[in-house]
């Protein structure tokens, strides 16, 4: 069987066709980063498109980075699932919760810098066979907190998209 050798999922095996989910790891900001490389039931990896995703991971500081400012802009939009998030797990913390997820004392303290500077990436999805949707980013107050995340998702050059997901 032919395969193929990734830095970030070590080696893969080349198959013709058949859904599924390669499991990874990438260093960023001194933590592990839980990487999913998924393959559609028609698609097929090649050795090309595994050095791609390897490439394209280069940049994934730049694209973490802008996806938080994406967060930062949708905070702006009251209607915005950001704000839902936000409006949702925030409310009815206990002072020692607040202090532990976001560095501060009181509630009234935790402004859209200690919010967004509080997500922490649990998750990054890559789709090759999708180059519109290539990568997808899954933001998180805490695990042990909130098994609900922000999704924000970027297209194979990193351009993060218009809008940020609660999931």
Not at 11 to 37: F, M, W
Not at 38 to 57: F, N, P
């Amino acid at each position: 069987m032919e395969t193929a050798v990734s830095r970030h999922f070590g080696e893969i095996a080349l198959t013709p066709a058949g859904q599924r989910i390669i499991s990874g790891r990438y260093e960023h900001d001194g933590g592990p980063i839980d990487l999913d490389l998924s393959i559609g039931e028609h698609e097929r990896l090649d050795e090309a498109e595994v050095h791609k995703v390897d490439y394209r991971l280069r940049f994934l500081p730049e694209l973490i980075e802008a996806a938080r400012e994406r967060i930062a802009q949708d905070l702006e939009d009251e209607d915005s699932s950001v704000v839902e998030y936000r409006h949702f797990h925030c409310q009815n913390l206990s002072d020692g919760k607040i202090r532990e997820l976001f560095g501060v004392e009181r509630s009234d303290e935790v402004d859209d810098d200690h919010f967004v500077r509080a997500l922490r990436l649990s998750r990054v999805g890559i789709f090759p066979g999708q180059p519109e949707r290539y990568f997808v980013l899954d933001f998180t107050l805490g695990e042990g907190f909130t098994d609900e995340v922000l999704v924000a998702a970027a297209d194979e050059d990193g351009v993060v998209d218009d809008e940020v997901n609660w999931d």
